[in-house]
């Protein structure tokens, strides 16, 4: 028997209540019922061949950084340490980060972009896993704890990323290229980098936030050209050939060079601040820019209940807060103390270490003589 159609809003809103909470459960039996049924699986079958690219390509990225880190601490174990790059190991994890990346580009042409951007916590978290079990690494509660939160969040977000199935041809780019939304957004977007780049160059600002926001800034022209052009390849491979349109060519150029300046700004955040805290600060401003140019450039929020934005937006919350909690602490771990002191020889006591305090203002420069002098003439009274 068919259920009666809502007449009023009351019922409109108890129809999507009831339609939410029969797609939430798994024990309820009939083709409708549960995530994973088959009415579902028939009608997101390509956006989650994307997602799985995406979850494992970032799987395969996190397992060649654990390769990489262990051929350097191999070398490092060596009398003669050689260059890293003549290891064959080394060059074994960056063939699989580029498997990984590989995967990542094709997961755009199959997935929208809100649903494959938020998926790269899983490279954090799997290279966390990895790192404990081949590495031997502590696993900490806070692992544990961000691990559960990531795989709670990549589940909302597998399940409530719009699923709205657009084809990506040459024709649309073009369409969405020269929409009123994108012009603006790229105006604005353009301002604010520019304002950025002020600071950056001419006033000497290097704070994390002005790297990583221009990082987030290119990054979403990044997003957006990456899906074109998988996109438009992926069209070329299944119906008609796109690669012969100038706009695929145009989202090439776009694609590298924001790839390029993109890679030079993060590169100067991690030289001047930890991992720690460039991973999670780096992931949560990715993310949000890649989720605001989908949105504007592709519009794949589009007529989405709310009910269903909000879970979503909760389930990058949880993947924020994982990957945060992953990495909270991690390289303090590893420090080791950068010189020797010999008020921890037994019978051996001075007021000096052999190198001073880093932070100091003493650090770089010779001891005072006066200082050697009196150190001198109290050994002598001692005696």
Request: charged share 10%; net charge positive; glycine share 8%.
């Amino acid at each position: 028997m068919a259920a009666p159609e809502p007449t009023g809003p009351g019922d409109a809103a108890a129809a999507a209540l009831d339609g939410l909470s029969r797609n939430l459960s798994y024990w309820a039996p009939g083709a409708a019922n549960g995530s994973l049924s088959g009415a579902w699986y028939r009608r997101n079958q390509i956006h989650l061949l994307g997602a799985l690219l995406a979850i494992l390509g970032n799987l395969v990225i996190s397992i060649s950084l654990n390769i990489q880190k262990y051929s350097h601490l191999q070398l490092a174990q060596q009398e003669h340490p050689r260059p890293y790059f003549r290891s064959v190991l080394w060059w074994g994890g960056v063939l699989l980060m580029a498997v990984g990346e590989t995967g990542n580009f094709a997961a755009y042409g199959f997935a929208p972009v809100t649903l494959v951007a938020p998926l790269g916590c899983m490279s954090v978290t799997g290279s966390a896993i990895i790192s404990v079990m081949f590495l031997k690494e502590n696993l900490r509660a806070s692992d544990i704890l961000g691990m559960t939160l990531a795989i709670a969040g990549t589940y909302l977000l597998v399940n409530f990323a719009p699923n709205r199935t657009q084809a990506v041809s040459a024709r649309s780019v073009q369409y969405y290229f020269v929409g009123w939304q994108f012009l603006v957004y790229v105006i604005l977007e353009i301002f604010i980098f520019c304002v950025l780049l002020y600071f950056h160059k001419r006033k000497g600002m290097k704070h994390i936030m002005i790297l990583l926001t221009l990082v987030a800034l290119l990054a979403s022209l990044t997003v957006i050209s990456v899906k074109a052009v998988s996109g438009m390849i992926t069209f070329s491979v299944t119906d008609k050939m796109q690669l012969t349109y100038p706009i695929f060519y145009i989202m090439f150029i776009i694609m590298i060079a924001s790839c390029v300046f993109q890679v030079k700004f993060l590169n100067q955040a991690t030289k001047l601040y930890t991992m720690t805290t460039v991973v999670p600060v780096n992931h949560i401003f990715f993310t949000t820019s890649a989720i605001i140019a989908g949105i504007v450039f592709y519009q794949e929020f589009f007529g989405v209940a709310f009910l269903t934005v909000f879970i979503y937006l909760f389930g990058c919350f949880l993947s924020f807060l994982g990957v945060f909690l992953v990495t909270r602490n991690r390289e303090k771990e590893h420090l080791q103390q950068s010189f020797i002191d010999f008020g921890n020889i037994p019978g051996k006591q001075t007021l000096d270490k052999i190198q001073p305090d880093s932070n100091g203002l003493s650090y770089g420069t010779l001891p005072d003589g006066s200082d050697s002098t009196k150190s001198q003439s109290g050994e002598k009274k001692e005696v």
